[in-house]
């Protein structure tokens, strides 16, 4: 089976920072895209950022220019630094990879358990 394991969420002031973390374990041969989604309460989830394999990266407008994703391929982690927070950035985040398990295997997406931010003052 294949695992996303994330950590580094909590409570953070407004302008402050955390960064989050998810490492995939398990049978993986390989992994394309890796991202970071995130849901509010009574909101429907969203994407935050996305990542390739080959490191082209994606952001969603709102976080631009505050959050950072990246990823270290030799330990198929993918991280989030977020900075300049916001009490509208409150969410579940939730990481997400494409994997292939096996050499002719097909791409199947897996989720982690998620890890609550919460911005306040």
């Known amino acids: 089976q294949v695992q996303l394991v994330e950590s580094g969420g909590g409570v953070v002031q407004p302008g402050g920072s955390l960064r989050l973390s998810c490492a995939a374990s398990?049978?993986?041969?390989?992994?394309?895209?890796m991202g970071w989604y995130r849901q509010a309460p009574g909101k429907q989830r969203e994407l935050v950022a996305t990542?390739?394999?080959?490191?082209?990266?994606t952001h969603v407008d709102s976080v631009k220019g505050r959050f950072t994703i990246s990823r270290d391929n030799a330990k198929n982690t993918v991280y989030l630094q977020m900075n300049s927070l916001k009490p509208e950035d409150t969410a579940v985040y939730y990481c997400?990879?494409?994997?292939?398990?096996?050499?002719?295997?097909?791409?199947?997406?897996?989720w982690g358990q998620g890890t609550q931010v919460t911005v306040s003052s």
């Open positions: 997400n990879a494409e994997i292939r398990r096996f050499t002719l295997a097909s791409w199947d997406d897996y």
């Open positions: 398990g049978i993986i041969f390989s992994i394309n895209t």
């Open positions: 990542i390739t394999s080959g490191g082209s990266i």
